[in-house]
Every structure is written in C-alpha cells, then in structure tokens.
C-alpha cells in the first residue's frame, strides 16, 4: 500500500490538480476538454524534455541551473543556422550538438576539477547567456520560414492530432526511462547518487560517467531550445530566464531527490504536467501572474513535504 | 615466540617485503613485510594508527608505496588503482559499509561488473550472479530486490562480501568485519570466513577484538608504529603476547577492579509490557542482545531521540536533566566531523558558555583543552578538525562532550566499537570512575567480554523487549546468549 502510494504519489498530485480546476463551473467546461488538454501538453513540452535531463543529473546527484541560458543560446544558434539556410536535419543536429557540448563543458568542469555543480553551472549559466547575446549581436534573429514552425502548432486546434514536439517529447521520456532502468549507464548514475565513494569503489568510472550524463543532458536542453526556437519563430537570447527552476521542480515533485539516488522519468513528467496544469487552470481562472508564482511556490514545497512524510513512514 | 617469523611456506599467496610509505613528515610504513598462504586466514593486528589501514591501502591500490617489493602467486604485484587491484583478484571489503543504500541487493552486488550486452544490463543473468554469490555465503534466502539500505548491517555485510566473490578474489581483505555484529552474526560470518578458507581464498582479516581472531584466523602479524613487530602461527602464542606486542608494555587488566555501590534509583526504564527497570546512581547497567533486538531503539526512546509512547521528552529536556547520551553511530549521528574537537566537545552548553548570544571560542576552548587533558585526548588541540583524529580518541571527544556537562545519567551505546584495545581499555577505566563518582551508566554493548568486565548488572533484550535482568555473577555468557536467542524458554 505504502509503496502503491509512493509509486502514485505525483499522478494523485496531478489528478488533485486537475480536480481543484474544475470545481470552478466556468471554466470547468473548457478546461476539460480536449483542446486545452492539447493547449497543456504543448506548453509542457519545453518543461519536460529539461525535465529529462534534469532527471539524470538529479538522480546522480548533481544540479544544473544553466538550463535557461542553454536553451536561449541553443535557440540563437538554431535560428542563425536558418538564417543561413541550412537544411533542416542538419540545423536539428548541430543545435542539440551545441547544447551536448555546453553540457560536456559542464561535466568535465565538474568531474574533472571536482568542483560542486551548482558552482560549475551557475557560472554557466552567465556564460551561456552571455554567448547567446553575443552571438546575436544582443537583439533578436529572424528568419521568413522554416518547417520548424510546424513543430508546436498543429494545422488544426481542435482536431485530434498532437504537434511533433509533443511525440518528441514522449519518445525521448521512453527511450531515457528504458536507458535509466535497463542499461550499465543507466544503473550506473543511480549508484552514483546513492554513494559516489561505493561507486568508485567498485570500478565505476565515476569521471566518465558524470561527464557524459552532463553531456547527454545538454543535449536534452539543446533540443529544449530547439522546442523554444519553434514556439516563437525568433531566435530570442533574453528568453527561457529561470526556466531552470522550472525544471528543477518538475522533478523534484516527480518524486526525485536533491540529494542523488532517487528518481523517475515518469515522476519528472507529472511533475512537469502537474506545472503545466497549474499554470493554465490559473490563467483561466483569471489570476494574476504574480499569484501563480506563489501558487507554484507553495505546490513545489508542499511536494517535497509529502515526499518526506512518505519516506518517514516507510522507515 | 616466532618473532618476525614471516615465512608461512615456501610459495606464498601473497608475499609483501620492505615496504615503506611516508605521508608528508609521518613515516605510516617502515620496512614491513606480511606473507600469506593461499587458504590461509591472516589475522593482521595493531593498534589504531600502526599503520594497518595504509598497508591495506597499499595492498588494494589505493595508495603507491615508496619502496619495497610486493608478489602475488610468486608474480610481482603493482596495483596503479582499486580497479587493477580486483582485476588482479584483490579485494576488500571496508569496514565502514559502502553499499549503495538505493540500489537493490542485486545491483550492489554486481556494482562494477554488471553482466551486459552493448551496454544493455542483462538483469536475468546479473540477478543469478548475485543469487549464486549470495548462497556460496549460506545466505542465498535474501530478497534480491529489496534496497540494500533496508537490510541489517550484518546482511548489508555479506552482500559486500558476495559482491567481492563475484570477481573471483585470490586474496580478500576484511577490515574490522564485526565491529557492528552481535555475536550470533559474527559467529555466522565466521562460517563464511571458514567457507571462503575451504575454496583457497586467503583472507587478510584485520580485529580489535583478540578473543575473535583466534576463533577465525590461522595465522597472524602484529604492526606497532609502522612496523612489523611480530609474527607466527596463532596457537603458538598466547593472548598476553600478542597484547604485548601490539602496544609494547603489558596489559595485565583489560577491565577496571570496581566495588560495586548502588545508590537510589535516578531513571525508570520503562518498556511496553512488564515492569520497569531502575537504574541506580553509582551503577553501570548493561545492556545486551542481538542486533535488532531494540537496544538502540530503548535507548533512544528514554534520552527522547525517537517518539515513544513511554518518555513524553526531548533531548534537550535531557540534556537539561542532566542525562546525556552517546550515540552507536559516531560518524553520522555522534559528531560533526568537520568542526572542531570544542565545538563537539561544548556543543550542549553552547548558551551557557555564550554570552548574549555571543560564543566566545576563546571560552569553549578552555573548557575543551581541559578535557583534552584529563582524557588524554591525542589531538593538535581543541580547534583541530574531530574527523581527524583515530576512532579511539573521536570517541573520546564524544564522551568529553558528557563528562563536561555534566551528566549524571550516561546512556552509552557501543562506546567502544571499532576502536582500538588501548583506547578501550581507557574508556573502560573512565566509565569505571565515573560510576564511583556517583553516575549511573546505561552501557549497551554487542561485546560481551565488555559486559561482563564492566557491569554490575546486565539486562538482556530480545524482539523489543528486556526480557531478563541478572547481577553479572548470576550470568553466563552461554546463557545470556541462549536468552538473547530465545533458547532458553
């Protein structure tokens, strides 16, 4: 039972949510219905495909606040690609390559000088940023057309089918849920964040191991750019500013802890739905901006509390 | 005596000659040399700071030494790190357990070496591994899938050693293995050590406790300052001896003479079912039985550490009281490891040594230098670092923290584990005076040697409960071990 309800935990938080929005009749009707679910997911997108590689950095027991600044500066130089008319797959490739590379930056700084990531990536964060300025000459770059607009927005808004963000999004939850679960590396960046010292010990190369979950990791914030780059069809380097945060609390409501070991995809995907959800119900209720920050404030510590709760009566 | 006798035949397992190591100014290894035999229990011996830890760390890779030759199988042997050591078929299991607390059974155990296709973990085949290492230890009834944190530590224990088994080891290093077993558990241990024999493992197996290494070991070398001192086959010296080698001088009295006094009862201990127990003031009651048996947990519930439906109070009420506490876990739980000997030492008096919120370090410095003294606490002074000093002279700290207090009620659990013979007998000397003076000791021991040298009454637990109190003459240790077991009945 108190396994069932760790397990479930985030998706009661999400169905709590979900149910607290429509208890109010005027936007009850709307708030459910397909369209909006549609309108939620897209706008998640973002969110969850940080959440991704936010989730094995937290399960490994680091963080990375760089997020933001990486996808503007994944962004600025997707937009620039298309400005010189690249084609399309190789404007993809090159922008998820940069966002790898920031991360490989990161993980050797963190692994190989045996700094604390929160300093590494803090710097990073003002390092990325300041790159995507400069890369476009600090004002925006636009481009006439590309097939990237497509991604976010489907031809008909209520129609059934879901943007190609959105699949991209699930197929990459999949595939990194399967790679956590069943591969060496996988298992690997658990025993790293449950005991670096045990890991090392035990012949897991703890260096190698740090530097490519950073990697992969930016490589999940480059694509997170890539998502921001096709909602506003601009390459913005002032945009995505704490989206970090965000992302943070996504999986940290998915039941992850800030202190390594723990963690599931399908938890950093609620946590990031349950965001997503709070932040539409809020805007149709009408509330100010400044409310839904509070709201979500209040949800991410409320979270962590229950977490605890959990823990303590399993012991 | 065999004295510097360190030949065990003609082709040992594992032969170390000469081997010399400084850190900085400090000579750890002066010209040492051990020899093993292949299915041969060594019992390596010293105390605290004699250098064993960085012989092993020489041995497992982990650190280089400056000269001297090491062979493995007649080969010579230069492990670069841990990972080249366990390749080679050396390894070791720690004394302080490191198992991923997250982590299943099984994927502590194949932790390194995980079976694999491309990358892909093959589960089917690393839960088998794990199963069949498992039950070479008569321990293959364990869930596989339970997290290793969830286990007791005698059962994390043995799925490190099934995770040294799974690479084939010539030689296996056990580094104080029972500093946190009941006796039961070290006498299950024993039969893995005995099994691990029988298949020509050679086990380098390093003990405070004398009594237990002759259960186990074969043969033994004692290290005193960085240097091999002695040598031999274990029956042919006598425990004297070996004390003798290890800090010296003679021991002649491990245990402290005490008169018995029992003064007015100071503290109930309450329980669940059945009476409570009056604790004494001048009295030293003991507290044994099996790990789980709820000794910690009893403890903890009468200084207010963890709720209980028996004691409505805090550890501060406690401490206000007068009792004090000294937890089992010195590392986690007892101290700050990065703060200073007078910062851990003063921590309870914190605001009556201030002054308007104000601490003076001047002032708890004082205070802590004193006791430095009087317990002859080996540190630089009161500001060094706590996580600097041996186990022996942190527990020290521990108990200073108190004595300065001061607390007329100590409630002591495991006050000796895993430090060595001379600090222990110190402790016991201390403990032993403080009842004179009047205090009334709890002392929970998994060490029965202890128990009976020390207390004048031991109460037994078992499955949450004290079962049976006797004064220490009344006992024996088989049968406080047949009532901590549940035999008797």
Not at chain 2, 68 to 96: C, K, N, W
Request: proline share 4%.
């Amino acid at each position: 039972m108190k396994k069932l309800l760790s397990k479930f935990g985030p998706f009661l938080g999400l169905l709590l949510v979900i149910g607290l929005f429509s208890l109010s009749g005027e936007i009850r009707d709307y708030f459910l219905s397909y369209a909006n679910f549609k309108i939620i997911l897209t706008q998640t997108v973002i969110v969850a495909i940080g959440a991704l590689g936010m989730t094995l950095i937290i399960i490994s027991g680091g963080i990375d606040l760089s997020v933001g600044s990486v996808i503007a500066l994944c962004s600025v130089v997707g937009a620039l690609l298309i400005q010189q008319a690249w084609p399309l797959v190789a404007v993809v490739l090159m922008v998820i390559a940069a966002g790898g590379l920031v991360g490989l930056l990161n993980g050797a700084a963190i692994a190989g000088l045996r700094m604390t990531p929160f300093i590494i990536t803090l710097g990073m964060l003002g390092i990325a940023r300041g790159a995507a300025k400069w890369l476009a000459n600090n004002e925006t770059v636009n481009y006439d057309a590309s097939p990237l607009n497509g991604w976010m927005t489907t031809a008909d808004p209520f129609g059934w089918a879901l943007p190609a963000g959105a699949w991209v999004a699930l197929a990459l939850a999949v595939l990194t849920a399967v790679m956590l679960r069943r591969t060496v590396f996988g298992r690997h960046i658990f025993a790293i964040g449950s005991n670096e010292a045990t890991a090392r010990l035990c012949g897991v190369a703890t260096v190698r191991t740090k530097i490519l979950i950073y990697a992969l990791a930016g490589c999940c914030f480059g694509l997170a750019g890539l998502m921001q780059l096709s909602r506003l069809r601009q390459g913005d380097p002032t945009v995505a500013i704490g989206v970090e945060l965000d992302i943070i609390a996504a999986v940290i409501i998915g039941g992850a802890s800030l202190s390594g070991g723990v963690g599931t995809v399908l938890g950093s995907m609620i946590g990031a739905l349950i965001m997503a959800v709070l932040r539409n119900g809020s805007q149709q209720m009408g509330w100010p901006t400044y409310f839904q920050e509070i709201i979500i404030g209040a949800v991410i510590i409320a979270a962590v509390f229950l977490d605890r709760l959990r823990q303590a009566k399993r012991e | 005596m065999t004295n510097l006798d360190t030949n065990p035949g003609p082709s040992p397992r594992l032969r170390l000659t000469g081997i010399d190591k400084a850190f900085g100014a400090t000579q750890a290894l002066r010209g040492v040399s051990l020899a093993v035999a292949a299915g041969e229990v060594h019992a390596l011996i010293g105390e605290n700071g004699a250098g064993k830890s960085t012989l092993m760390k020489v041995l497992s890779g982990v650190v280089r030494p400056d000269a001297g030759t090491m062979e493995l199988d007649g080969a010579p042997y230069l492990p670069a790190d841990t990972l080249a050591a366990r390749r080679h078929g050396v390894a070791m299991i720690y004394q302080e357990l490191s198992l991923a607390p997250h982590l299943s059974a099984w994927e502590n155990i194949v932790l390194g070496a995980e079976p694999h296709r491309l990358g892909w973990l093959d589960q089917k085949e690393a839960r088998t591994r794990a199963r069949g290492a498992l039950a070479r230890l008569a321990h293959g009834h364990l869930d596989l899938e339970r997290p290793a944190g969830e286990f007791s530590i005698a059962e994390q224990q043995v799925i490190e050693i099934a995770r040294a088994l799974l690479t084939e080891p010539r030689v296996l290093i056990m580094d104080e293995p029972t500093s946190s077993l009941t006796q039961a558990d070290t006498e299950k241990l024993f039969a893995v050590v005995r099994q691990l024999r029988t298949e020509g493992v050679s086990v380098i197996y390093i003990s405070h406790f004398l009594e237990e290494v002759r259960q186990v070991a074969d043969r033994f070398t004692v290290l005193k300052d960085g240097e091999t001192v002695g040598s031999g086959a274990l029956a042919a010296v006598g425990q004297a001896e070996i004390v003798r080698l290890m800090v010296g001088r003679e021991v002649r009295e491990m245990y402290p003479v005490r008169t018995p006094q029992r003064g007015t009862a100071v503290l109930q201990v309450r329980q669940p079912q059945g009476e409570p127990l009056a604790l004494h003031a001048g009295e030293i009651l003991g507290v044994a039985g099996l790990i789980g048996a709820g000794r910690t947990e009893l403890l903890r519930a009468v200084f207010g550490l963890d709720k209980s439906v028996l004691y409505v109070t805090t550890p501060a009420r406690r401490w206000a009281e007068g009792v004090g506490f000294l937890s089992e876990n010195r590392k986690e739980e007892g101290l700050m490891l990065p703060l200073s000997v007078a910062e851990n030492a003063t921590l309870t008096k914190f605001s009556a040594l201030a002054r308007g919120g104000w601490l003076r370090t001047g002032g708890i410095e004082a205070v802590t230098a004193d006791w430095i003294g009087r317990l002859g606490i080996k540190t630089r002074g009161p500001r060094q670092a706590v996580g600097e000093l041996s186990g022996g002279n942190q527990q020290k700290v521990a108990l200073a923290r108190l004595l300065q207090h001061p607390a007329r009620i100590l409630l002591l659990d495991e006050p000796t584990r895993g430090i060595d013979v001379g600090s222990k007998a110190q402790i016991y000397a201390l403990i032993a005076q403080l009842a004179a003076e009047g205090r009334a000791v709890v002392l929970v021991s998994s060490y029965l040697p202890e128990l009976f040298g020390l207390c004048d009454r031991i109460a037994v637990m078992r499955r949450g409960a004290l079962v049976e109190c006797r004064e220490r003459a009344a006992w024996t240790e088989p049968e406080l071990m047949a009532v901590a077991i549940g035999a008797a009945a």
